[in-house]
């Protein structure tokens, strides 16, 4: 255990922790989404993000870029980039309306048990990946460079480079975004109305079927957009990619307070750090360990997470 | 309406086989190890067509999927030893799934050639038991050698995998303890590896070991390439890194890494093969194809040689040595292979190169 | 609520009520007889292609069964979502490996000792646990599940990554062996613990905690208003539930020689979990049924070994659609609803 590191390294650490964070609210906002209106957990919503990243590997195939090529300059970049996250946002955005029509929506209608619905995401979460897994012949896919990695300054010990900075840039505009249509559109209030008292809602004229659909949609647009960032920084993916950051992100979206956006970006700034800091002392093979013992202890005090659900139920 | 009940009696080991002879594959055809399975299950199969092209007495290939698993593997053992036609298995493909199995197949008398599995606690685990790779217990130590003469302080790594840490665990024993500069475990599946890049920078280590497979290594390289602070940090590796995939992954990142295998790669061993192997499955050979060709062979040869019995094939196996294709075979009591070369590579221009025998 | 155009249990449901304690008898030990002359029968209609009928008897048939009778009465019967049982069936296996290799003791009070070590993790989890509500609590078993697989993965002492092998098989019973070739005696074995669980949960649910625990499932708040002790049975269930998973890990260890920790996934905790809901939640027919079906199947299917698991994936989501209640559902539900 050697916490010397957390002093010679604390810039560096904090702000890998917080570009991780990034990346994570990205998914963890789709979970919360849709646990707010739905009081589901859609186990399923990794392979969302898994999709994403599959479309943005498939952009670049299409636009004939190779992994050996040499990154593209800025104005390229930008072009491509663009692209690519349009078209994964869109890639998983329609991928999770399908998914909900398909998995959720009849058990939805029938009032089934959460615990069906939950069997079922499980089952569409297991096809997708499967699917994936053997049209990529269990192999990992390597994504090019897209973008120069050096680092642009130093600040302490962190190097801060371009993706770095995209990464942030890019989730703080789409929070940005995501609020606005929370709280300032008709399909917010919708959201908003839903995740509060499904019955009244529809007695006030909501469309709930449609509002359920839109959630996804949402939640699959910022999954697709996460997984571009995702994709310029890792540059790699495979099949079950989903699970290992799904996991993070879903965990991050408890930990902040599952149902309040807020929550899932505090969760998930907060996750991203502590993991880094963890496996930075403890070493890495620990980092899941440690997600799931913070966990435990944030619910143990505060049983709803840290920012409590938006909505204040005490019950379903 | 008759319904065909027999009682299940424990068939004897050649007691009647109906058919062709048959060589089992035990490895992953299905699951995230697949690939590696896949590749050797084409060797094995090549092998026996190639076999069967001039015998006159046909042997079938067939598998069993363990998806590489121990827990799957005892289960499909029994299988094949209830098979009177089974004469002997190449496989496992991993250590795990192995040393489950072995005990099955030491039950029934059945001879197993393993090409790829390398924990040394298989050494000594059964008379029936054969590898054609090196264990651990050779590489490790080479491994360590390089690493001590590329650099000053070295950082382990490893992947929590049998393989990877089983590696790792030899290497750190034969450095002194003033040339650790520390060490971490990642998980396979890892992607973020920025918090052991941090730990390889503030330990101000010059070499880095990384125990494990080629997928988290090549993003594992790449990760300290982009770091200014780990650009020059050495790499090495074992053989689960030695392969095509690792450069396509790493792309100029490879470059310069120091990697060890017991065998060649098919290409430089064993062209006229190779060139068969692309032309049959329309894929490049995997890690260790070249392995699972040869252990299939060796039995070939037994079977060549008039033996059809698991015993007779048994003790063909102790006593022979066999020149198979880019190899030399032949096993010590202990079922370690007792022609193990090691080799050292080396990455150029994206190109694997070979270096020296060790 | 008519959901169920064929249901099979309701027509047997009928016999069984009208029929004498003789023919009870009678169709008990015939069920029984089959069960445990299954092994011995070779037909090529029930046959798996490629692994020996009797390993699949044993696992994952039986073993599935065990572990979906004690998740039932965690999930089934007390509507606690538990997704990390898989932990409890790996402490069972490791104490079996640990004892059976590093000590000398009796196999049987090792298996004590594996329900032991489960019951106590068990308690060690539910106390903080199980005040906490559904998805909280579901994601704190999830944690639990995998933190047992990684605290395996990550210490050498208990084997790390490799596992530990070597594990010794049970002691002869009534004379027959029990060794590496043969996995009918641990068929046989496992099938009558199985038996003597289904009998002890069954009393159970007659009496006062299987009514605790219906009326803690049904609804908690009124559970608790009306006098029931709410934490109390949920953490009985909890750690009844362990006990159960944690005998079928030894049991489990003991045959199959050599553990490791990839064998303790998640995916396993969603297998026993789907048995559960597959088969009928709370109806222990229902999901030992669910369990041997969903054990059977992916063997018996092997054929499409590349699709299996998806199949597996798009008959999971085919079913909660058309059967939300699982196949077999608990029976008290409908008789309630028929009355009204």
């Not at chain 1, 994964?88 to 398909?102: D, P």
């Not at chain 2, 036609?85 to 190449?90: Q, R, S």
């Not at chain 2, 894929?283 to 698991?310: D, S």
């Not at chain 3, 933190?147 to 098989?169: F, K, Q």
């Amino acid at each position: 255990m050697d916490f010397s590191i957390l002093a010679s390294e604390f810039a560096s650490l904090t702000f890998d922790g917080i570009v991780v964070g990034a990346i994570y609210a990205l998914v963890a906002l789709g979970y919360t989404l849709v646990y707010g209106v739905l009081r589901l957990i859609n186990f399923a919503h990794s392979e969302i993000f898994m999709i994403g990243t599959m479309t943005c590997y498939g952009v670049t195939l299409a636009l004939g870029i190779s992994t050996s090529a040499d990154p593209l300059t800025l104005t390229s970049f930008s072009l491509v980039f663009l692209l690519i996250v349009l078209t994964a946002s869109l890639a998983s955005g329609a991928s999770a309306v399908v998914l909900e029509f398909v998995a959720y929506r009849r058990l939805r209608l029938m009032r089934a048990s959460r615990l069906s619905s939950l069997i079922s995401a499980i089952g569409a979460s297991f096809f997708l990946t499967e699917l994936f897994r053997i049209l990529t012949e269990s192999r990992n896919i390597a994504f090019p460079r897209l973008v120069d990695k050096e680092p642009l300054f130093v600040f302490s010990s962190a190097y801060i480079t371009f993706d770095k900075l995209l990464v942030l840039i890019g989730a703080a505009v789409l929070f940005f975004l995501l609020n606005r249509v929370i709280n300032h559109s008709k399909l917010g209030l919708g959201i908003r109305a839903v995740s509060q008292d499904e019955t009244t809602a529809v007695l006030m004229g909501v469309n709930v079927s449609k509002v359920v659909s839109l959630t996804f949609l949402v939640g699959g647009f910022l999954a697709g957009a996460g997984s571009a960032f995702y994709m310029v920084f890792y540059e790699t993916t495979k099949a079950n990619v989903g699970f290992l950051v799904g996991i993070s992100a879903f965990t991050a979206a408890v930990l902040g307070g599952i149902g309040n956006v807020r929550g899932a970006l505090l969760g998930s700034f907060t996750l991203g750090l502590i993991q880094q800091y963890s496996s930075a002392v403890l070493g890495y093979n620990w980092r899941d360990v440690v997600t799931f013992v913070i966990l435990v202890l944030v619910l143990l005090v505060k049983p709803t997470g840290l920012l409590g659900e938006a909505l204040q139920r005490a019950r379903v | 309406m008759a319904i065909g009940v027999t009682v299940a009696v424990a068939p004897s080991a050649n007691a009647a086989c109906a058919g062709n002879y048959k060589l089992y594959f035990q490895g992953a055809l299905t699951g995230p190890a697949a690939e590696t399975g896949i590749n050797e299950y084409n060797g094995v199969k090549l092998a026996i067509k190639d076999y069967n092209k001039t015998a006159s007495a046909k042997v079938d290939a067939d598998a069993i999927d363990t998806q590489a698993s121990g827990a799957q593997s005892p289960a499909l053992a029994a299988k094949v030893v209830a098979d009177e036609c089974a004469l002997g298995v190449i496989g496992g493909m991993y250590s795990g799934e192995t040393l489950a199995a072995v005990p099955v197949y030491d039950g029934g008398g059945v001879p197993v050639i393993s090409p790829s599995a390398t924990n040394p606690a298989l050494t000594n685990k059964s008379p029936v038991f054969h590898r054609v790779v090196a264990n651990d217990l050779v590489q490790g130590p080479a491994l360590a050698t390089i690493a001590q003469r590329v650099g000053k302080k070295i950082f382990v790594v490893d992947d929590a995998t049998p393989y990877g840490k089983g590696l790792a665990k030899i290497v750190k024993l034969n450095l002194k303890s003033s040339q650790l500069a520390g060490t971490d475990a990642v998980t396979e599946g890892t992607t973020n590896f920025s918090s052991v890049v941090s730990k390889v920078k503030s330990s101000k280590a010059d070499v880095v070991f990384y125990g494990g497979y080629y997928p988290e290594a090549s993003i594992f390289i790449k990760a300290l390439r982009d770091n200014p602070a780990t650009k020059n940090v050495k790499f090495v590796a074992g053989d689960g890194v030695l392969d095509a995939e690792f450069v396509k992954l790493a792309g100029k990142n490879a470059n310069g890494a120091y990697l060890t295998a017991p065998g060649l790669p098919m290409n430089t061993a064993a062209p006229k093969l190779y060139k068969a192997y692309k032309a049959e499955y329309n894929k490049e050979p995997g890690l260790y194809t070249l392995e699972a060709y040869n252990a299939a062979y060796f039995f070939l040869q037994a079977i060549k040689k008039g033996n059809t019995t698991r015993a007779s094939i048994n003790k063909f196996i102790d006593e022979e040595v066999v020149k198979g294709v880019g190899m030399t075979m032949s096993f010590g009591p202990s079922g370690d292979s007792e022609s193990i070369v090691m080799n050292e590579y080396t990455i150029k221009n994206g190109k694997v190169v070979w270096v020296r025998k060790l | 609520m008519s959901n169920f155009v064929f249901n099979p249990r309701d027509r047997f449901g009928d016999w069984w009520d009208q029929a004498t304690i003789l023919q009870r008898s009678i169709f008990r030990v015939i069920v029984v007889g089959v069960l445990f002359a299954l092994p011995l029968i070779n037909n090529p209609i029930i046959d798996t292609p490629e692994t020996s009928f009797e390993s699949v008897l044993f696992y994952p048939l039986v073993m599935f069964a065990i572990m979906a009778v004690g998740l039932n009465v965690v999930v089934g019967k007390s509507g606690i979502l538990d997704l990390g049982y898989v932990a409890f069936f790996a402490i069972g296996a490791y104490t079996q490996a640990i004892f059976g290799l590093y000590t000398n003791l009796n196999f049987w009070l090792v298996l004590l000792l594996g329900m032991g070590f489960a019951m106590l993790a068990g308690t060690l989890l539910g106390v903080p646990a199980l005040r906490l509500r559904g998805d909280y609590l579901a994601i704190i078993t999830l944690g639990f599940g995998e933190i047992v697989r990684i605290i395996a993965v990550n210490t050498e002492a208990i084997g790390g990554a490799a596992g530990l092998t070597g594990i010794p098989s049970p002691p002869p019973i009534f004379g027959v062996e029990f060794s590496v070739e043969d996995v009918r005696p641990y068929y046989w074995l496992s099938l009558t613990i199985l038996l003597i669980f289904l009998w002890g949960i069954i009393r159970l649910s007659h009496r006062k905690p299987g009514r605790a625990w219906e009326a803690i499932r049904e609804d908690e708040d009124v559970a608790a208003f009306m006098g029931v002790q709410t934490f109390k049975y949920k953490l009985w269930a909890f750690v009844i539930g362990g006990a159960i998973g944690g005998a079928a890990g030894v049991i489990y260890a003991s045959q199959i020689l050599s553990i490791e920790p990839k064998m303790f996934e998640l995916n396993l905790s969603i297998m026993i979990l789907a048995c559960v809901v597959f088969g009928g939640m709370g109806n222990i027919w229902g999901v030992i049924f669910g369990a041997v079906l969903l054990g059977y199947l992916p063997e018996k299917l092997r054929f499409l070994t590349d699709y299996r698991i998806l199949i597996f994936g798009l008959l999971m989501v085919v079913m909660m659609n058309l059967r939300p209640n699982g196949l077999i559902p608990r029976k008290k539900r409908e008789v309630i609803l028929e009355k009204s």
